[in-house]
Each structure stands twice: as C-alpha cells, then as structure tokens.
C-alpha cells in the first residue's frame, strides 16, 4: 500500500522533444525533470521521530530506562539494516548478526588502539568502523551468499553464520575466545566535555547515529538500486528481461545492509564496552529476524517497531520471567500465522478501517478479544510459569508467587484452577476470534467496494 | 595414522553419519514434496530423545523405540494440520518463519518439562559393552546397532516409496501435486503423511541418537545446523545426495576429531618454520581437530563455489 503510493509519484520525467516542453535548446541533451511535490507529512514524521530521541530520556530518566533505550535504537538500526535485504530485497537471511558482529569486534580493536595511543580517531566516529568492517565482510561473504536466492540463499547465510561463530572460538587473539574482547570507551580528548562515560552522553550518541541511519536507509531505498531490489524481490526474471542482472543487485543491496549491520556493532561495542562470540552467534541472527518480522517487513516503519518491542521484550520481560522466549516464539508464530504483515499491518489496516469511518462496528468485537485473550493469556502465563517453577526451582519447595499471590506449586486446586480458567477462556476466545473475524470480512469487502467506486468516479 | 586408527574412524564416522541420513533423509522428503525446508527437524529428533527417555524410565527402552517415533510423528502431522496449513497460502517463506519460530517454542517447552540440564537418558543394558575388538580398540555394540536401525530404515524408505501404492502416490505428487489431485487423491492429507512421516524419522534418530551422545536443550541446535549443510551439500530435494553427503560429512568428521596435526608440523617436518609471532602463525598452530567444527561449513561454502547445485541435486535455487 505505501510501496504503491510511491511509485505514482513519477520522479524522472525524460524530456522526449523539445517542442513539447516549450523549453530551449538545452532540454535536448537530455536533461531530466523532476516532479516532487513536497511532502509534509514525510517531513512532520521525520521531524517528530527527532523530537521523540531528543527527548525519551528527559522523560524516561531512570538508569534503567536509559540503557534500554539505548539499547532500542541500537537494535532499531540492525533491524532496519535486516530489512534493507529481507523486507526490500527479499532476502531471508539466518546470518546477520555476522556482519554486526563483526563490526562490533573491529570497533572494539579500534577503541583500544585510540586508548593505546596507536590510531587518533574520535570515539563517536567509530560506528563508521563497525560500519566498514561490516561493508567488508558484506563484499567477502555477500558473493558467496547472493550467487542464490529464495531457500537456498536463507541456508547458505546460515552455514556461514555458523562458520563465522565457530571461527570466533577458534582465534582467541582477535575474538577473545569465550570471554570476549573488552574496552574502556572513555579515551581519547574529550569533544566539548563529552567523554561518553555517563550512559546519557553514550544514548545520543546512538539517538545520532540511529536518526541518520534512519534518514539514509529511507533516502537508499527510493535510490534506483533500492527500487529495482523491489523488483528483484517480486519477480526476479522480469527484471532480468529488462536487463539488470538480479545477483548483481542482489550483492550491492547486501553489502549496504551489512555497512549499516556494521554501524549498529560499532555502538554495540561502544555501549557494553565488551564484544564476544555471542555477538556473531545464530542467536542474535535468529532475533533480528524475529523482531524485523514482528514488526513488519513490508513497510519501512515496521521494524522500527519490532525493535522497540523486541528489545523491551528481551530487556524487561526478561527481569520478570524465565520464559520470556517461549512467550516471545509463542507470539511470533502467531504472527507468522494470522498477521504476516506484522504490527505495522495490523496498525495500518485498523487506521484504514478508521479512515472509512467503520471503527466503531469493530469495537465490540474488539473487546471480547480483548477480555477473553487476557483471560486466556492470564492461563498460559499461569500454568507456564507454575511448570517453570517446578522444574527448575522446585527443589528448593513448593511455595512461590504468581502474579503478586502466594501459591503453592504442589497444589492440586492451585492446577485445577488455572486449568479451568485457562480452557474456559481459550473456549471463550475462540468464539470471540470467529466473530470478531466475520465482522472484520463483512467491513474488509465494504472498504474495497467503496475504493473500487472511487477508483470509477 | 595407523590402520587401526583409520578402520575405527571409519566405523564411528558411518554410524554418525547414518544417523545424520536419518535426519536429512525426512528433511529432504519433506522439502521436496512441500517446498518447506523445516527448520524444526532437528527439534523433533529432540523430542523424540526426550520423549524416549521420558517413556524408558517408564517401561524401558524397548517400547520407547517403537512409541516415541510414532509419538512424535503424530505430534509433526499436527503441526502441519494445524500450524503449517493455515500459513501455507502465503507462500514458502511464512513457512520456514513458521519452523523457525517453532523450534524457539520446542526448546523452551523441552527446558519447562525437563529442565535446563542434560538427562541421563541411558543405553540399555542389552547393548553395554563391546560388539568386536579390532586390532586392540573395541567398537561399542551400541553404535552396531544404530547402523543397523538406520540400515533397516533406509531398506524400509526405499520399499515405501517404490513399491507400494502410497510410495508412488507420494513420488507422483512430488512433482505434479495438481495431477495428483485430480485423480481423486487427497493431497493435503498425503503433505500430512510426509510431514509426520518426516517427524517420525527424525524422532527415531533422535530415540538412537540422544544416548548415544547426550540429551540436552542445545541438542537440536548442535544438529540442526549440520543436517542444512548436508541438504544442500547433497543437493536439495535429493534424497541419494542427502544419502552420500551424510555418510560424507559423518566420516569427515570423525577423522578431523581425531587428528592432531596442524599445519605448522607439516611445515616443520620440511624444515620451514614462520616465526612464532606472526598473524600467519595463529593458522599454522591450529590443529585440524580445533577446526573440526567448522569442516561441513567450509565443504558447504567451497561447494556453493564451485558445484551450486551440490554432489546430485538437479536444480539451482
């Protein structure tokens, strides 16, 4: 949908004859013009999402809250980064955290050689390193990667990710082997005071680096490289009719999701000041992909969203319970299952319905998803956390709390109960979710009527 | 290396790798038939290891060989009936997200029953103990036996698939499922069949396989990514290629494990030594059992290279 609106804006308008643009003698070199209007609203997002990074720690100002933050928009650059090749050009990739990884170990050599006096570079310019280091790894591995497309593409970027994480236990010198590379971020000459120790300093640094690389991942992909791995996604052989070699595409689109994979492991570096296996690991490729989809892979604001959820999720539910990745798989298979579009879809599909002024005939169903999913999520978590206790705490008794409430683990009314609730609620939310889909069908056909009518007028 | 040394590599490396084909044999079937590669093959070898220590510690491991395949072969056509179905209609990737986003759930469900920890799922007492003495090393009953299981399984596949009714219905729906269909075969329950099939194969390997090594949350991650290699080393959708690239990949591992040299003692035994600093040395010092691991994902690479298709694939992605 927003991909669509897009291209009807025609950008390149090639002056055929000069007659007919009623202009000079200078059109017939060929000159190119440009129709642009200028979009507001493009400019208004922009200019709020700027707003929102300077001022989410004046709001949020716990130490907590400024980690996490800082850990969002470094995660938001890696998932936007992801979505360059997996959302833009179609490409599923298990092994994207290679190239943040080792951006990130690059990074940290270069902030120990600024501390050792060997290389003079400023600290906040060494997300550039990262960026580079993971350009480079995109132009070694990306050839081996993108001569295939499609499944074969999704497992060879897995082979390699596991050849790399194996690698990174193997040469102790440059990966620090199990205990990873560690740094002292606060080196070289402060610039106007600013030294990146406090955790503040180091959040605008990546609210910086974050805003640009948001702005130039956008600006990339309305470039014509951008656009044509659009249509390399889409229909591979016709784009190979007009003429582009699609592995070619396919291999530049890649080494610019691995620079900025790159930037995103050079703030890493910078923000835990140690860098290890773990950073190269399938577990933080399986994540990004995880959260890139959550959010949704089809629209540019998508994993933006992903990755403030994912990283909360990671970070905060993480504090709570043991089970917080079962919950989050839980969550994505759902997703995988009823919402592929992710929350962006989900989000998008709503404000149209809105827009058509038919919001208000899905309320109701809104709330008996709303009531019996939270009854029923209410059971999950329950016996969830309950079989968790017992198998991995329940040496040490039986007694333990849920959700605040002293319950006994052992009990068999304490499992009847939550049984009961969890069935009763699933039963309920089943036939909620049936009639909330009927309603959803009814005003989906309306809408597309009322556009194809508007499309006629 | 002595002969000894290579006959006992040689015999440990087969019994690994058919174990491997045991694996990769449903992995293909499934892919070639539904065009999913399903990322959760190696979680249900998990399970079934689970499973089968779950039921052995119960009546033993004779009936856990039997039901825990069927147990999870069940388990696999559920997901497919229920989970797998509904995302079909957006195309292959939604589906490989879906195996993916599976295995997260298999590994957290396997850790809440069975804890973090390793199992002491044992072999039974039967197969203790030596099968023949070679030369001076023994080889262990119990790795006899899973060749032999593996053998069998083989045998049975290929009689399935060739000479009964429901093996050509598959082959035939293999490659042109919409014939197949309008011939009055119900091809979503035969994807089911394959599907489950597929998961109780890997079940079987892993009711074998979990005693043999060890039963453990990261088992399925440690396997999972060898058995891809060898999808592909093999050539996708080639259940003879999946067939040598396991045997391949188990063998060549083996040895690599075994081997203590490293390139620097080859280098030395030509009198030619870099220097002990130099950033060549940190390669030269390594000894090929260190880059064990990374064995199957450089044949992977190095294939992709020079043979895209793999050993006997007929397609290029």
Known sequence: MNRAKHTLIPTRVQAMAPGMTGGTGALQGGRTIRFQPVNVGRYFVWGLAAVLFAVAPLIFTSGFAVTLLSQMGIFIIFCLSYNVIFGQGGMLSFGHAVYSGLGAFFAIHALNWIGAGTLSLPVALIPLVGGLAGAFFGVLFGYVTTKKSGTPFAMITLGIGELVFACSLMFPGFFGGEGGITTNRVVGEPFLGITFGPQIQVYYLVALWCFASMIAMFAFSHTPLGRISNAVRDNPERVEFIGYNTQRVRYLVLIVSAFFAGVSGGLTAINFEIVSAENVSAVRSGGVLLATFIGGAGFFFGPILGAVVFAFAAIALSEFTKAWQLYLGVFFVLMVMYAPGGLASIILMNLRVAKYGKFRRLLDPYWGLLLTGAAALLGIVAVVELTYFRTLE???????????LPVDS???EVWLTVIVLLVAAAAGFEAMRRRFKREWDVVQEEIEEQVAREVKL | MTLEFALISLLNGLSYGLLLFMLSSGLTLIFSMMGVLNFAHASFYMLGAYIAYAISTVVGFWPALVLAPLLVGLLGAGVERFGLRKVHKWGHVPELLFTFGLTFIIVELVQMIWGKAAVPYRIPAELEGPMFTLFTTTFPAYRGFMMGVAVAMLVAIWLLLTRTRIGLVIQAALTHPEAVESLGHNVPRVFMLVFG???????????????????EPAMAAFVGSIIFVVVVVGGMGSLAGAFVASLLIGILQTFAVAVDASLGGLLDGFGVAPAADSALNTILVLKVSQVAPVLPYL????????????LMGTREG
Do not use: H, M, Q
């Open chain 2, 197 to 215: 099939g597929g998961s109780a194969l890997a079940g079987l390997a892993g009711v074998i396989g979990g005693n043999a090594f060890v039963t």
């Open chain 1, 394 to 404: 329940g040496f040490s008794g039986s007694k333990t709390t849920l959700f605040g």
């Open chain 1, 410 to 412: 052992a009990s068999p």
């Open chain 2, 299 to 310: 044949l992977l690479v190095l294939i992709l290279i020079f043979r895209p298709k793999g």
